[in-house]
């Protein structure tokens, strides 16, 4: 729900543009779309990281495990907090 409402009202619309995906390691949600927009929500791989070059976290309960797990899975870009993003 917070990845919703953080990119329905707080995104400006040339930057809900350049947004390609919205990961999420619950399979559940794998191939849905986030609410009022064209974006799927896949799990986050390797193959997929090619074209990224920037991940915007909306968890900020979890960003600790997040960026471990992004980095270790092989993300080498960029990742801003939700604190950086205010």
Same mark, same amino acid.
């Given at each position: 729900?917070?990845?919703? %409402? /953080?990119?329905?009202? /707080? %995104?400006?619309? *040339? ?5 390609? +995906? +919205? ?7 794998? @191939? ?7 974006? =799927?929500?896949?799990?986050? $791989?390797?193959?997929?990281? $090619?074209? %990224?070059? +920037?991940? %915007? ?14 980095? *270790?899975? @092989? /993300? $080498? @870009?960029?990742?801003?907090? $939700? =604190? *950086? +993003?205010?």
């Amino acid at each position: 729900m917070y990845q919703r %409402v /953080f990119y329905t009202k /707080f %995104v400006a619309l *040339e930057n809900k543009q350049k947004i390609i +995906c +919205c990961y999420d390691l619950d399979t559940r949600k794998h @191939g849905k779309y986030l609410q009022k927009a064209e974006i =799927v929500i896949t799990q986050p $791989s390797k193959k997929s990281y $090619s074209n %990224v070059e +920037c991940i %915007v976290l909306t968890a900020p309960l979890y960003e600790k495990e997040i960026i471990q797990y992004l980095r *270790e899975d @092989g /993300f $080498s @870009g960029e990742i801003l907090t $939700s =604190v *950086e +993003c205010r």
